[in-house]
Structure formats: structure tokens, C-alpha cells
């Protein structure tokens, strides 16, 4: 029988290179814990990453790893969910890399339903490039691409994800592990695309006002609030609040969750199999009439 797994038996040898302070160090914290409640054993995890401080992460862990290129750690995991579908898939990356140069993907694993747990520390700035606005940079905000104040509004990922239609949509912070890490676990949980969105202050570019400290005072549980998660109306409302309030917990779980594509495509196989021919027949298909 396998030894109750922890913490530790998910962290790797290497030493994160992330600033001093960084909110990742949380996020990589909750989620070994979240794994070592999972219990599943890091060699049955593939971590997949896209480029950015964040996505650096996966090597932080002891399970299989792939840093892959900028914007593009989802259409890597849905393929190697797709083809390994005993695997438990975890996908992470920044907020540039999941909607900006990422952010075409978001809605096609959504639709798939594919059932990969995604982490996005959204720190709302460009932390390995040293500070340029991102996708989820407030209006306003000066950087080294904006000096004067950028003109563009923010997107919104719990907004996007709910409408794209997301099974399971939560928000958490560093700033409070234990919560963090049990959405983590519950999003693993979740049988299809699970959807967490990290507010990880990035201390070195990053706005003051979105500090651990400044986190702590403003967040407000949604289940404290009443929110039920099951009411999808209920969650767009609260998303709509992204930006302005710091909400954490589930703002959405689909009561019934739907098949996945991995599912589906175990059937489709099995069905295809069996009209299958023999491979010694298959010549016989191209013999001339
Ligand atoms: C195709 C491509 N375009 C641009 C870059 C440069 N680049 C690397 S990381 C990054 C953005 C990082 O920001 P984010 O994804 O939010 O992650 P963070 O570093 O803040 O964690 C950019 C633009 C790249 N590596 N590849
Ligand atoms: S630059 Fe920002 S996001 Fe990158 S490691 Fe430093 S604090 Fe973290």
C-alpha cells in the first residue's frame, strides 16, 4: 500500500529563483499540499507550464514537468491528457501567458472539457520581463509600457472563463494557503476543466496595492458571503466585481458535471474498434476493383 504522501514529497531539489516575497511561493506551497491530499504519486502528475516567473513552477515540484513555450502550456496538456488520460494534469502559467498571447486556448479547452486543473497567477503585470502592462493590468496603470497611465481596461478571466462555460471557476491568494490549497485540491477533484484564478502579488513590478498584506485586509469569502456555488447567475454577478473586490473561493461548480473528452473519446474508440478490420484486411481496401 502507498504511504500517506506530504508536502515535501512534492518539492523538488531546486531552489525557486523567484524575488524574495514573490506570491508564487505560496501558490507552488498550496499546491504540494494540495497534491499530497490528492495522493497521488508525483510520478502519475504532469505539471505543464507556459514562459513567465510563474510558469516556472512545475520544476519546483517532483512531478513530471514541461516548461513549455509562451501562451501554450494548455493545447500541451489537453494532448497529453488526451493521450495519457490516467495521468492527473495540472496546467500554470501567468496571466500574459493564459490571456494575452495564451488567451485563444482558454475558450477550446473549456468547450473540450477536458479534465485539467488550471492555475493562473494573475499578478496583473509582466514579472519576468520587468513590469510591461498585461492583460489583466488595471486601467490606469503606469509601467514601463504605460509611463503616463495605460488607456486599456482589463479583461476579465472569471468572467471569461464562466461565460465560456467552465465547470468549476474559483479565485484564491497566497495570502491565505490553506484556502488556496483546498481549491486546488477541489479543483483537482472536479471531474472536467477546472479553472483557479490566483491573485499572486508579483513584489517587484507589481501594483502596491495588491500585496499580501493589502490581500489579507481586503478579501472576502464567498461562502462566508452566502454565495451558493451552484448558482451560476450568482457567480457572474460576484466575477463582475474582479478588479474592484477580492473575492476567494467558488464562484462556480457545476452541480452535474458534464462528460469529459477524454471520456468521449475512450467510447469513440472503443465503438470504432469494434468495426474495425483485422489489420491484415486493411490492404484489401485499396485493391483495384
Ligand atoms: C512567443 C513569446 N513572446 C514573448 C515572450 C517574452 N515573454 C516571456 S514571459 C512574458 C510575460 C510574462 O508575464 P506573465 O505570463 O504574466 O507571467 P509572470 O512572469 O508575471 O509570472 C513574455 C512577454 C516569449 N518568451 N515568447
Ligand atoms: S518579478 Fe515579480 S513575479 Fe517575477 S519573481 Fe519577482 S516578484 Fe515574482
Given at each position: ?30 499546491i ?39 501562451g ?10 488526451l ?13 500574459g ?27 496583473q ?32 478571466p ?62 472576502q469569502?464567498?461562502?462566508?458571503l ?9 457567480a ?32 469513440r ?21
Amino acid at each position: 500500500m502507498q504511504a500517506t504522501l506530504q508536502a515535501k514529497d512534492f518539492k523538488s531539489d531546486l531552489k525557486p529563483i523567484w524575488c524574495p516575497g514573490c506570491g508564487d511561493f505560496g501558490v507552488l506551497s498550496a499546491i504540494q499540499r494540495a497534491l499530497a491530499a490528492i495522493g497521488r504519486p508525483p510520478h502519475e502528475i504532469a505539471f505543464v507550464s507556459g514562459i513567465g516567473c510563474s510558469s516556472r513552477i512545475p520544476g519546483y515540484t517532483t512531478a513530471y514537468g514541461f516548461n513549455t513555450i509562451h501562451g501554450r502550456p494548455l493545447p500541451i496538456a489537453q494532448g497529453i491528457k488526451l493521450a495519457k488520460p490516467e495521468l492527473l494534469v495540472l496546467a500554470a502559467g501567468g496571466d500574459g501567458d493564459g490571456f494575452s498571447i495564451g488567451g485563444g486556448h482558454v475558450a477550446h479547452v473549456v468547450r473540450r472539457n477536458i479534465d485539467i486543473t488550471y492555475i493562473v497567477m494573475d499578478n496583473q503585470i509582466y514579472g519576468l520581463t520587468k513590469g510591461q502592462l498585461s492583460p489583466t493590468s488595471p486601467r490606469g496603470l503606469k509601467s514601463v509600457t504605460s509611463p503616463y497611465g495605460s488607456l486599456e481596461g482589463p479583461i476579465n478571466p472569471l468572467l471569461s472563463v464562466l461565460a465560456y462555460g467552465a465547470g468549476y471557476v474559483a479565485q484564491g491568494t497566497p495570502a491565505d494557503m490553506a484556502a488556496l490549497a483546498k481549491l486546488i485540491e477541489d479543483g483537482i477533484r472536479y471531474p472536467g476543466f477546472a479553472f483557479i484564478n490566483v491573485q499572486s502579488p508579483c513584489i517587484t513590478y507589481g501594483s502596491v496595492d495588491a500585496q499580501l498584506k493589502q490581500q489579507k485586509a481586503a478579501m472576502q469569502d464567498l461562502r462566508a458571503l452566502g454565495h451558493d456555488s451552484s448558482n451560476k447567475l450568482g457567480a457572474y454577478a460576484l466575477a463582475e466585481e474582479y478588479g474592484t473586490k477580492l473575492y476567494t473561493g467558488v464562484f462556480y461548480r457545476k452541480p452535474v458535471a458534464e462528460p469529459t473528452m477524454e471520456g468521449l473519446a475512450a467510447e469513440r474508440h472503443a465503438m470504432l474498434r469494434e468495426k474495425a478490420l483485422p489489420k491484415s484486411d486493411i490492404l484489401k481496401l485499396f485493391a483495384p476493383a
